[in-house]
């Protein structure tokens, strides 16, 4: 199956996750200013997966259609 501009996105976010995950797990923060920040990065990225997936599946319902 083809990659399509959605799936290198996701892709790209989910990397970004797994790499600010990896930050936090490795006690990359030293304050709780700088956990705050990539908690929200995280959450943001997360956003944005849901959001590329969502349009990735209206855009293969209207080729269905």
């Keep these: 199956m083809a990659r399509t501009v959605f799936d290198v996105l996701i ?3 989910e990397e ?3 790499a600010s995950v990896q930050f936090l797990v490795n006690g990359g923060c ?3 200013d ?4 990539v908690v929200g990065r995280i ?11 969502d349009l990735l599946r209206s ?3 209207d ?3």
Excluded: C, N
Aim: glycine letters at 6%.
């Design 11 to 13: 892709g790209k976010y």
């Design 30 to 32: 030293k304050s709780f």
């Design 34 to 37: 700088d956990y705050r920040e």
């Design 59 to 61: 855009q293969m319902k």
């Design 43 to 53: 959450r943001g990225l997360q956003l944005a997966i849901e959001a590329t997936k």
């Design 16 to 18: 970004e996750v797994a």
């Design 63 to 65: 080729d269905d259609e």
